[in-house]
Nanobody, 115 residues
């Protein structure tokens, strides 16, 4: 079955960096787009970044452009989110997402940006 396991969250000071990882299994990873979403209490999940399949083109939310970078390693079935110049407003639970004839989410990883 489809499984997504995130790692790499934590506490970081404003201006710092973190790299999130999402290890996928249960489907042919290289054929499908992968996404990162985030959610804060009381709000809906919002798309942060998406990377498409074989050509690896990317798209980003406006407020993370130039600071975040999504990438994938098809040999390792893993998608990454490099987050630089972090701001307190980036504090959220970050989720890995894939659509395989339905919605699949990881368990989420907490990112807290605070001094």
């Amino acid at each position: 079955q489809v499984q997504l396991v995130e790692s790499g969250g934590g506490l970081v000071q404003p201006g710092g960096s973190l790299r999130l990882s999402c290890k996928a299994s249960g489907f042919t990873f290289s054929y499908v787009p992968m996404s990162w979403y985030r959610q804060t209490p009381g709000n809906e999940r919002e798309l942060v970044a998406r990377i498409f399949d074989t050509i690896s083109s990317t798209t980003y939310a406006d407020d993370v452009k130039g600071r975040f970078a999504i990438s994938r390693d098809n040999a390792k079935n893993t998608v990454y989110l490099q987050m630089n110049s972090l701001k307190p407003d980036d504090t959220a639970v970050y989720y890995c997402y894939v659509w395989i004839r339905g919605d699949y989410w990881g368990q989420g990883t907490q990112v807290t940006v605070s001094s």
